[in-house]
Antibody
Framework: EVQVVESGGGLVQPGRSLLLTCRTS????????ISWVRQAPGKGLEWVGL??????????EYAASVRGRFTISRDDSESTAWLQMNSLKTEDTAMYYC???????????????WGQGTLVTVSS | DIQMTQSPSTLSASAGDRVTITCRAS??????LAWYQQKPGKVPKLLIY???SSEGGVPSRFSGSGSGTEFTLTISSLQPDDTATYYC?????????FGGGTKVEIK
């Protein structure tokens, strides 16, 4: 059974940093992309970023709203990914979901398994 | 960047009704579109990928169609358990993007 578990959320002041962790099991982590998607309170889903598997070059992609501030990393031996969030803004307040990415080309990704999310609140 | 627009934003229908949700892309995305269901307080769940391919375990009353810029998600016979917000997501190119969501309620 595929399992995805996020952790690391909490209350943080604007301008500070936070590290989210995504631990997975039940599938071959190194063969899959991992993505982060967020949802502000009462709002819709917003794609944040994606880490490709090494098979497809291991290149990361980011939404414009977080590029340069957020970084995704992964350790295939630990089946774990991280989202390092720096220079946090109040508008980054959201539930952050980690999800497994599926692809048939290495360029097209959709998401089939999602964690329960971890809540990040950016406030002074 | 490709923008995704869903309509309607809210939909109220009776149990047993046929329901259709539309998702439009700002430029052609071929068939690179997924649909997700998010029940209140729950995690998004994949329903459809590549516009019309059903994820395993999804009830057959859910179907997707379309290509290019216009796509639909159809629920053939609405059930009380289908109360949720539905999102489309394009994956034609980066940045990926979701539609704004369609909230489906039972009358």
């Amino acid at each position: 059974e595929v399992q995805v578990v996020e952790s690391g959320g909490g209350l943080v002041q604007p301008g500070r940093s936070l590290l989210l962790t995504c631990r997975t099991s039940g599938f071959t982590f190194r063969d899959h992309a991992i993505s982060w998607v967020r949802q502000a309170p009462g709002k819709g889903l917003e794609w944040v970023g994606l880490s490709r598997s090494r098979i497809y070059g291991g290149v990361n992609e980011y939404a414009a709203s977080v590029r340069g501030r957020f970084t995704i990393s992964r350790d295939d031996s630990e089946s774990t990914a991280w989202l390092q969030m720096n220079s946090l803004k109040t508008e980054d307040t959201a539930m952050y979901y980690c999800s497994r990415g599926l692809t048939v080309t290495g360029a097209k990704y959709w998401f089939d398994s999602w964690g329960q999310g971890t809540l990040v609140t950016v406030s002074s | 960047d490709i923008q995704m627009t869903q309509s309607p934003s809210t939909l109220s229908a009776s149990a047993g009704d046929r329901v259709t949700i539309t998702c439009r892309a700002s430029q052609s995305i071929s068939r690179w579109l997924a649909w997700y269901q998010q029940k209140p307080g729950k995690v998004p769940k994949l329903l459809i990928y590549e516009a019309s391919s059903s994820e395993g375990g999804v009830p057959s009353r859910f179907s997707g169609s379309g290509s290019g810029t216009e796509f639909t998600l159809t629920i053939s016979s609405l059930q009380p358990d289908d109360t949720a917000t539905y999102y489309c997501q394009h994956y034609n190119s980066f940045p990926l993007a979701f539609g704004g969501g369609t909230k489906v309620e039972i009358k």
